[in-house]
């Protein structure tokens, strides 16, 4: 049987130091690409498997990464860009010894997550979608590095985070509603504890103001298509005359749709619909979906890499903020 290969003997093959192996295996970006591939390539040929339970005694690291979401099973396992973002986590954590682990925890009843997370577990966290309410979180933050994506509502100065331009996404979907020459323009918010929500609002705000108009009608929603259906149905029976909408997001802008093909409204030729996300649901609305467009999985990645660089002892910047983008299709 052949002895199982060591650090020491992949160092030597790729012609650099055990510390730079080190940092190959654990993820660290403070490696040049060229060293990268040569330890690669090294790790490929002599078969080095890192030994886990070892590496974690001596560093006191546990190699394991904590994706914390704080909604219920159902809004996770039911939104598409929760998937994305995991999708992107894993590309990027793919190429490291780290494991994803994902947590769901609406409100932390009796601190379980908190105390699991503190207690060594893990190495890091990932929050997204969080709340104003979800005061758990810095108990966390108190213990282990976190990044956090998006924008939280009570912002901190050495908060690290990435978020989509919102705001910008919110003027961009208004502005072409605007000149596609509808004039009585309401929304769809989301959860006004969420500053993802509230900036996409103050976009479309800010945009009808700037052209002299008041919103059409506002209702909140909460990022659920079924959140989406019950604020259309609030819209119609308040007898707002609406002539189109723009929604915080794609599953909300589906049960929207719903409620107004119900009405015996047609979608654009009475009621222009403009959603956010660009999630597989955009394209099976009938029609489909014009949509902002948030990079959901580079999102992910851009997480993923802030935190390896912080667990890395690394400086990453404190604020990303990725662009969206207007996709036109049949719904405006």
Do not use: C, W
């Not at 970006?29 to 498997?49: E, F, K, T």
């Not at 947590?103 to 929050?127: C, E, H, M, R, W």
């Amino acid at each position: 049987m052949l002895s199982a290969s060591t650090i020491e003997q992949v160092a030597a093959r790729a012609g650099v130091s055990r510390s730079t192996v080190s940092r190959v295996v654990n993820g660290s970006p403070s490696v040049s690409d060229v060293a990268r591939a040569s330890v690669r390539r090294a790790i490929d040929d002599l078969n080095y498997v890192p030994n886990r339970a070892a590496r974690s005694l001596a560093s006191r690291q546990s190699q394991a990464i904590a994706l914390v979401v704080p909604e219920d099973t159902a809004r996770f396992f039911g939104d598409p860009f929760f998937a994305s973002v995991v999708s992107g986590i894993q590309t990027r954590l793919a190429s490291t010894d780290y494991i994803l682990l994902v947590t769901l925890a609406n409100g932390d009843p009796g601190d379980k997550t908190t105390g699991y997370l503190q207690s060594g577990s893990v190495d890091g966290a990932i929050v997204v979608s969080h709340h104003d309410n979800d005061t758990f979180i810095d108990r966390i933050a108190g213990a282990i590095p976190v990044v956090y994506g998006g924008r939280r509502v009570r912002v901190r100065e050495a908060d690290h985070v990435v978020d989509s331009d919102n705001v910008g996404g919110g003027r961009t979907a208004t502005e072409y509603l605007l000149e596609r020459g509808r004039r009585r323009i309401g929304t769809i918010a989301g959860p006004p504890s969420m500053r993802s929500s509230l900036d996409r609002l103050d976009g479309f705000r800010a945009v009808l103001d700037e052209a002299g108009l008041q919103p059409a009608a506002v209702e909140n929603g909460d990022f659920s298509e079924e959140g989406g259906a019950d604020a259309m149905r609030r819209i119609l029976s308040s007898g707002a005359e609406i002539d189109a909408l723009f929604v915080a997001s794609d599953l909300m802008a589906r049960g929207a749709m719903r409620v107004l093909r119900d009405a015996g409204l047609g979608v654009p030729s009475d009621v222009a619909i403009v959603g956010f996300d660009d999630s597989p649901i955009a394209t099976s609305t009938s029609p489909a979906l014009t949509t902002v467009r948030q990079p959901s999985s580079g999102q992910g990645e851009r997480l993923a890499d802030i935190l390896l660089e912080l667990l890395n002892g690394g400086t990453p910047p404190n604020s990303t903020v990725m662009p969206t983008e207007l996709v036109v299709r049949g719904s405006a």
